[in-house]
């Protein structure tokens, strides 16, 4: 089998070539996808019959939460590819998805407390759901403390995808969490065996937000990759010859 494919992924010209031809290609489609998806989840869908209007903000809170495991999955395995073959372009998307997630999972959890007040009756419960998914926010501050706090680049990048690898162990932990345990958070509705519960008309703009921000993290994490190759890579000539082009 011919493995030319694998190694160009590991060249931080080739990457930041590729990366900055890609972009566009990611962030047009998902910024038309959010205006669509949110137009279809605050303005047709119809009330819940239950939560009343109140509901609507599962159409943010639901993808950022997706989004948070998605990130993080994404992060350990780059870090894995990195510790195993010493990618250092693997190590670069591992940094560069850190920040991204953070920001998915405290929105997750503002979000998520902005919903709980009115249908629980309180901000904040320490629920499976809930407590797991603080700890996978930690989790990211941890990875990108870490990182910050060791000098030495390639001593970072390993330490760092350690704890990443680690650290993966709670992702099933929060997708499981409202089955294995009794817990405040609704059961899945969407991501289930059998026909979602949602109706279509609720349905759609929540896959298409989920698919927007889907498409946003890739067009985030190839600018954050192309900086971090950038101040990987700052004293290379390829990148003075790319600059000066």
């Excluded at 159409?59 to 992060?75: G, K």
């Excluded at 990195?82 to 372009?89: A, H, Q, Y």
């Excluded at 591992?94 to 007040?117: D, M, N, Q, R, W």
Aim: hydrophobic content about 55%.
């Amino acid at each position: 089998m011919n493995w030319t494919w694998f190694h160009r992924f590991a060249s931080p010209p080739h990457m930041y070539r590729l990366a900055r031809r890609l972009t566009p290609w990611f962030a047009w489609p998902a910024a038309v996808l959010i205006v669509v998806a949110l137009y279809g989840g605050l303005v047709l869908a119809p009330p819940d019959y239950q939560q009343g209007e109140g509901f609507r903000m599962i159409y943010v809170h639901a993808p950022t939460a997706w989004m948070s495991l998605m990130v993080y999955t994404t992060m350990a395995f780059a870090a894995a590819v990195g510790l195993i073959w010493r990618m250092k372009v693997a190590h670069a998307a591992a940094a560069a998805c850190a920040p991204i997630g953070a920001s998915f999972t405290f929105a997750a959890l503002v979000t998520g407390s902005l919903y709980g007040e009115p249908m629980w009756g309180t901000w904040w419960e320490w629920d499976p759901r809930l407590t797991s998914e603080l700890i996978l926010f930690f989790l990211y501050l941890g990875y990108m403390g870490l990182r910050g706090a060791i000098e030495d680049t390639q001593r970072a990048d390993r330490t760092s995808a350690v704890l990443a690898v680690v650290g993966v162990v709670n992702v099933p932990i929060i997708h499981y969490s409202v089955t294995w345990w009794n817990s405040l958070h609704q059961a899945p509705s969407v991501m289930r065996l059998g026909k979602p519960t949602l109706s279509g008309a609720m349905l759609w703009p929540l896959l298409a937000m989920l698919l927007a921000f889907t498409l946003l993290f890739v067009a985030l994490l190839l600018v954050r990759l192309r900086a971090e190759i950038l101040a990987r890579e700052r004293n290379a000539s390829w990148l003075r010859e790319e600059l000066a082009a």
